[in-house]
């Protein structure tokens, strides 16, 4: 049995590096947004990011395989644009030389074009294979909200170790107007950690629970910002069969799992707003784990574990349904109800 020690280290150091370059991105006001050919935008950000953890997942790695959401397609045509990212890259990784050892460098353009393109995995259920979403929340990203840089190792389709970057989320839930920037890890069967992105990078997280509720009325929930990405109206419903009475959380990105396992919230609820949209691995990956971890169950709407094992998309799932122990079965009680199905046997 490995400990994934070292993997969960080098995620740790990968998405800090690449969430130095996306917080120089958020900050500045050249966004470099293209729009993908399913109309969605990525940006100069999500490609220098997808580089720098690719470079690193491999320098520390180098047999293993990525599925990256990004392709380096728009780069190859566009200098202008790869010039842009280029330098991105090149100042994230002069600006943490003592990384080096561990993480390695990116020589040129060239090698950072290769290195977006590693992410090209099919993935599946054999072998170690990395879920990298280099920016989730692209769209919070640009609208000044939470993203997180997301990383996980999956052996044989099952996720293991992972870490994740939310340069936006404050460090303290009490001071929201405080420090913001945390960076969570976690490797399965040995729990999940939080600290501030501002620490150094050998020192310990502080370990995460969620909150072991097992009644909901005091409960809040959390969902996505983007009405499209899951059904705003469903879930208004199923919190109030469920006498959830504070208002829902609206947040981007997987900073909705490492909020709700570090205990700022308890129920996250991702219901699809369509028959056909698949759920891409990278938008669940290490959040699932996070949570699971921190004490929670992570299900599709229906009550099935989410299987990882079946290429980029979550295939056989719909939907995510992620809440405490304790109060899972009762969620997605409510949940098949609204959607009009009967429970699979199981619950
Ligand atoms: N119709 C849809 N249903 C569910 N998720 C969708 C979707 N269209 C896009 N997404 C995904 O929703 C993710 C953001 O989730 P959230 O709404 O929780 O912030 C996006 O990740 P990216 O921002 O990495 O592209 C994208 O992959
Ligand atoms: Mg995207
Ligand atoms: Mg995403
Ligand atoms: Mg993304």
């Not at 054999?126 to 000044?144: H, M, V």
């Not at 044989?156 to 913001?180: K, Q």
């Not at 983007?226 to 504070?246: C, F, N, V």
Request: charged share 25%; aromatic share 4%; glycine share 10%.
């Amino acid at each position: 049995m490995t400990s994934y020690a070292r993997e969960r280290k080098i995620a740790e150091l990968a998405v800090r590096r690449a969430s130095l370059l996306t917080d120089s991105v958020y900050h500045s006001r050249v966004k470099g947004t293209v729009t993908k050919e399913d109309k969605s935008p990525v940006t100069i950000a999500d490609f220098g990011a997808q580089s720098v953890v690719i470079g690193a997942v491999l320098h520390a790695f180098p047999n293993d395989a990525v599925v990256g959401e990004e392709d380096a397609d728009v780069l190859r045509r566009d200098a202008a644009t790869r010039e842009l990212v280029w330098g991105l890259v090149n100042d994230a990784v002069k600006s943490s030389p003592e990384l080096e050892d561990d993480i390695g460098t990116v020589a040129d353009a060239e090698e950072m074009m290769n290195l977006i393109d590693r992410g090209n995995s099919e993935g599946g259920a054999k072998g170690r294979i990395w879920a990298l979403d280099p920016i989730d929340g692209t769209k919070g990203f640009l609208r000044g909200g939470q993203y997180a840089v997301c990383l996980a190792l999956m052996q044989d389709g099952e996720v293991v170790a992972g870490a994740m970057a939310c340069p936006n989320l404050p460090v303290d839930p009490s001071t929201p107007s405080g420090e913001r920037g945390v960076v969570f890890s976690t490797v399965k069967g040995a729990g999940a950690t939080v600290k501030p992105l501002s620490a150094s990078a050998d020192a310990e997280g502080s370990p995460i629970a969620m909150n072991a509720i097992t009644d909901l009325s005091d409960a809040s929930f959390c969902e996505s910002v983007e009405a499209g990405h899951s059904s705003h109206g469903q879930q208004a419903a199923i919190a109030k069969a469920l006498g959830i009475t504070k208002e829902s959380v609206r947040m981007d990105s997987q900073a909705k799992y490492g909020s709700i396992a570090r205990g700022d919230g308890d129920v996250y609820l991702r219901l699809p707003t369509s028959a056909t949209y698949q759920e891409k691995i990278w938008d669940h990956a290490v959040g699932k784990l996070l949570v699971e971890e921190a004490g929670g169950v992570v299900t599709d709407a229906h009550g099935k574990p989410l299987d990882f094992s079946k290429g980029r998309t979550l295939k056989d799932n719909k939907g995510v349904v992620a809440a405490a122990k304790g109060v899972h079965g009762k969620v997605i009680e409510a949940v098949m109800k609204e959607l009009g199905v009967s429970p699979v046997p199981s619950l």
